[in-house]
């Protein structure tokens, strides 16, 4: 599996140098703010990834958590895996306090991945040009697995 760890301070150091040249006081701020911190998520596999980028989208962290809180309670008591994400399952995905529309991704996630068309070992093997491409064919919200480290 490739390395795509994302290092925030030679990221950091990097955008101070763009930013110097730009806007003193940008740069200021940002030395100032200190680098962003990305969660490593590897242990969540792709499954709970996605299903937590769609969750977070859009709305307060407050409510992401709230949303996601519940979102867990329906796992434990259904299976944490990609089975859950199914019609048959709308109304308890909508209990949550997800939207229709996130619902409806979160479906396309499921059958997705239980269809075998999105599997971490696969997307890991492939170049990054043709991962990009594959999950672009899967919507904006798969693309995020490229972007972001998992």
């Not at 940008?26 to 499954?47: K, S």
């Not at 396309?108 to 990009?132: F, K, N, Q, W, Y």
């Amino acid at each position: 599996m490739p390395d795509r760890t994302f290092d925030s301070d030679a990221t950091h150091a990097r955008f101070i140098k763009v930013a110097d040249g730009l806007s003193p006081k940008l740069a200021t701020d940002m030395r100032f703010i200190g680098p962003v911190a990305f969660p490593d998520r590897r242990d969540m596999g792709i499954f709970l990834f996605l299903a937590r980028t769609v969750i977070s989208q859009q709305i307060s962290t407050h409510a992401a958590a709230s949303i996601w809180g519940r979102f867990e309670a329906l796992m434990a008591e259904n299976g944490n895996d990609a089975f859950l994400l199914q019609p048959r399952n709308t109304e308890a995905l909508r209990a949550c306090g997800l939207s229709g529309n996130k619902v409806k991704t979160l479906i396309a996630i499921g059958d997705a991945m239980t269809g075998g068309h999105l599997s971490a070992e696969t997307l890991d093997a492939l170049p990054v040009p043709e991962r990009c491409e594959t999950l672009l064919s899967s919507g904006d919200t798969l693309l995020n697995y490229c972007i972001f480290p998992l």
